[in-house]
């Protein structure tokens, strides 16, 4: 998983800022041609927007696992028996990976290990999929 940098959230906040402002120029000229002009409070404050904006602190630590590395380490626990993704989605979240749902994790895990196939890293056979790709990941 990739570490976000301060200096990239910085631009990501200067983004939405920006992002914000323009929204802000729409609204108003929308409301101009509708011959009303909004309430001082329908206009969401940069405050409103920095209440959504995640501090650093609160950023996963860089060595918690992504989807895919567990996704690894799950087939790589399976061994000659394999797994299923409803199985991996058990073993992430076992791990602390959070989904927002079984299906939405079984879609994502679906994905990640299709990815690996491509690579040559997994094989499937009779919806189970086998890790094959060696020791180092």
């Known amino acids: 998983m990739a570490t976000i940098t301060p200096e990239e959230i910085a631009k ?53 696992l992504g989807l895919k590395q567990l996704c690894i380490l799950g087939l790589k626990t399976a061994g000659d028996v394999g797994a299923a993704p409803k199985d991996l989605v058990v073993f992430c979240k076992q791990k602390g990976y ?3 749902s079984d299906a939405n994790g079984s879609a994502s895990i679906t994905t990640a290990l299709s990815r690996l196939i491509v690579d040559g890293k997994v094989v499937r056979e009779d919806g189970r999929y086998y890790w094959v790709g060696g020791e180092e990941d």
């Open 12 to 64: 990501m906040k200067e983004e939405l800022r920006k992002d914000l402002e323009a929204l802000e120029r729409v609204e108003k000229l929308i409301s101009g041609r509708n011959g009303t002009q909004p309430a001082k409070q329908d206009i969401p404050s940069r405050d409103l927007l920095a209440q959504h904006l995640r501090p650093l602190s609160e950023l996963p630590p860089p060595e918690q």
């Open 98 to 100: 959070r989904f927002s």
